[in-house]
Structures are given as C-alpha cells and as structure tokens.
C-alpha cells in the first residue's frame, strides 16, 4: 500500500516536472537527470534513480524539437523507468529499456495535447477582442491538463511494468537486457561527443 502511495506520489510529481519542458519556466526541471534522482531517493533508490535518469539523459540529449516534430519526453522516460525498478520490481536494465520506450511513445500523446490547446485559439482570440480575456485560468486549464496527462501516463507504466513482472521466466531476459544496458553509457559517451565535435568544427 505504502509503495503504491508512493508510485501515485511520484506521477504527480513527474507531472508537475514535466511542465518546465513548454508551460511552465523551462528551467530543466523536467530533464531526466534531475527527474531520474529525484524520484528515485523519493521510492528509496536513489542511485539507482540517477543512474536512470543520467543514461536517459545521455541517449535523449540529441533530440532537438524542430518545426512540427515532437521530440521523446524526457520526465516521462525518467518517472516510467524509476518506477518500473522501484514499484514494478524489474531489473534496472530492462526497467531503462522500458522507460526510453515510454518517452518516445509519450511524443503521440503530447501531439494530441498541442491539437487541443491550439482548438482554444479562436475563444481566446474572441475572449481578447472582446476584453474580457482572462488569461489565467487559461493557463492554469492547460497546466491541469498537461500535469494529469503526465502523471497518468507515468501511472500506467508503473502498473504496467508491475503486471510484467508477474511474467513466469522474465529473469531469462535480464542476461540480454543487462549486457545491453552496460553499453548504454558508452554509446550516449559517444553520441556526446560527436555532438560537441560537430559544434566546435561549425564555431571553427
């Protein structure tokens, strides 16, 4: 019961992060390497949470929004993994395989949640004409509605990857899932580097 409070506090809270991406400030509040430790020392892993959080961070910091394209969420990839290790009970390496499959499947969900903020255009457009715009309660609509987005998504995953767990012979996946997890620092090492090298020949 205890861990399950703990599971639903953490969707909240992944939620609340996750609007710093557009909504709210854009501080990196909600980047995986701040997400991933925080969520991990609040469920009693916090080590393992930053190693998470880090290596998400590590494969996700590529991806750059352009133009229409939505980028894998960050929040969601962290709070999805942590949970899957703390709550769900699964491996670290396969509850990090899941938590970068959450973030990239999150990009449909944000889509469906820009097409309903861009419908309220035209009655804020009329609202502003007509002077009586309160702008407010407009961005504490689509904030309420982002974090509930986030935290359920975050949710779902965590009683996702705790219904996979009860899978008979899930541990023989763990041998193939740890070996690809011990690569994960040097191929985002790597992604880092060729990252910076190609800034530094563009600046030459």
Request: charged residues 10%; glycine residues 10%; positive net charge.
């Amino acid at each position: 019961m205890i861990a399950a409070a703990k599971a639903l506090l953490s969707s909240v809270l992944a939620g609340l992060l996750g609007l710093d991406t557009v909504q709210a400030g854009q501080f990196l509040l909600s980047r995986p390497a701040l997400v991933g430790p925080v969520l991990g020392w609040l469920n009693g892993c916090p080590l393992e949470g930053a190693r998470l959080g880090i290596l998400i961070e590590l494969i996700y910091i590529d991806f750059i929004p352009v133009g229409g394209v939505v980028p894998p969420n960050g929040a969601a990839a962290a709070a999805a993994a942590v949970l899957a290790h703390a709550y769900g009970g699964l491996a670290p390496s396969l509850s990090f395989f899941l938590g970068v499959l959450a973030g990239a499947a999150y990009s449909p969900v944000e889509s469906r949640l820009r097409a309903a903020r861009s419908a309220w255009n035209p009655v804020v457009e009329a609202q502003a004409a007509a002077g009586t715009l309160a702008l407010r309660r407009w961005l504490a609509r689509a904030m309420l509605i982002e974090n509930a987005a986030l935290a359920a998504y975050a949710a779902a995953w965590a009683g996702m990857a705790a219904l996979l767990a009860l899978l008979p012979g899930l541990a023989r996946l763990y041998p193939g899932t740890d070996f690809a997890y011990s690569l994960m620092p040097w191929l985002g090492l790597s992604g880092l580097y060729f990252r910076f090298r190609t800034q530094i020949y563009k600046k030459g």
